[in-house]
């Protein structure tokens, strides 16, 4: 989480200097030079079922293929810190949609996580701090990034049923490889007119990063965690989303952390602790 974080405000001075489609394509090529031996399935791992393979290929799609487009939009048209703070909306969002496609129970805590999270968000949008930055979009790059929450969401829930099927490892490789795929039509296109020669060393090297933290190490660090520890447990680190990417904006990109962002940014952690703290055994929820 700390990972995803990282990359969600540190992609912001990607999309400056590439263009969005040709910097997805071109982290999931970098995932796949990566980690090809990763694709080889354990002998003592069964085949893939069709059921499996469709959730293998929707995986992808919401949790790569669409994310990497709302999110790497969604920030170029807002700040690192307001990503952070919807972004906080991950988990509530993921208990809401458990409870809709899963049929598992929702505590009333949760309902108020999410309206927590709504509370940050609206203090974003009624303050409109990021308007001059963004060319007055900041509105849609935080509906962007919105869209970006519901298909992370989807991709925990998506996760939840894969990872007792398949190993972390394989799980990486092949929705990368399904990213890859979705991509390329769109990469190739963007990449016919640009100029590789444009972006600095700097900005290749923080390609290297972004790429094998967004198309290998978190992936591959969340799945593990989902297959040894209950989800629930796992839900309480997503607090480290919205704490890196605030921290990364305002320390690394230098954006401004006044009392309304602050607010928004306590309200989106108050949301995260709602949703995913445990509580006593009997506890009233």
């Not at 949760?110 to 203090?123: D, M, Y």
């Not at 849609?140 to 989807?154: D, F, K, P, R, W």
């Not at 290749?204 to 972004?210: G, K, N």
Request: glycine share 10%; with cysteine.
């Amino acid at each position: 989480m700390s990972l995803v974080g990282s990359y969600v405000a540190l992609s912001k001075p990607l999309v400056a200097a590439i263009p969005v489609f040709l910097l997805a394509w071109l982290r999931f090529a970098i995932g796949a030079l990566a980690i090809p031996h990763w694709l080889r399935r354990p002998t003592n791992e069964p085949p893939p079922t069709p059921h499996v393979r469709r959730l293998l290929f929707l995986e992808s799609l919401l949790g790569n293929f669409l994310f990497s487009i709302f999110m790497l939009y969604g920030v170029s048209m807002t700040s690192a810190v307001s990503a952070g703070v919807i972004m906080a909306a991950i988990p509530a969002v993921v208990a809401v949609m458990s409870w809709a496609f899963l049929r598992e129970r929702v505590a009333p805590r949760v309902w108020a996580a999410v309206a927590c999270a709504a509370g940050g968000i609206a203090l974003l949008a009624l303050g409109r701090t990021d308007a001059g930055a963004a060319g007055g979009q900041s509105w849609l790059g935080n509906l962007l990034i919105v869209g970006a929450v519901l298909c992370e969401a989807s991709y925990a829930v998506i996760g939840k049923k894969l990872t007792g099927a398949i190993g972390p490892r394989r799980i990486t490789a092949v929705v990368n490889l399904w990213g890859l795929a979705l991509m390329t039509p769109l990469g190739l296109w963007q990449a016919w007119t640009f100029d590789f020669g444009s972006p600095g060393a700097g900005t290749w090297a923080l390609l290297l990063f972004y790429s094998l933290a967004a198309s290998v190490w978190s992936v591959w660090l969340w799945m593990t965690g989902l297959r040894t520890l209950p989800a629930a447990l796992g839900g309480v680190f997503t607090v480290m989303l919205p704490v890196s990417a605030a921290a990364v904006g305002v320390l690394v990109l230098g954006e401004p952390f006044g009392l309304l962002q602050a607010s928004a940014f306590a309200l989106a952690l108050a949301g995260v602790l709602l949703a995913t703290l445990p509580v006593r055994p009997g506890a009233v929820r």
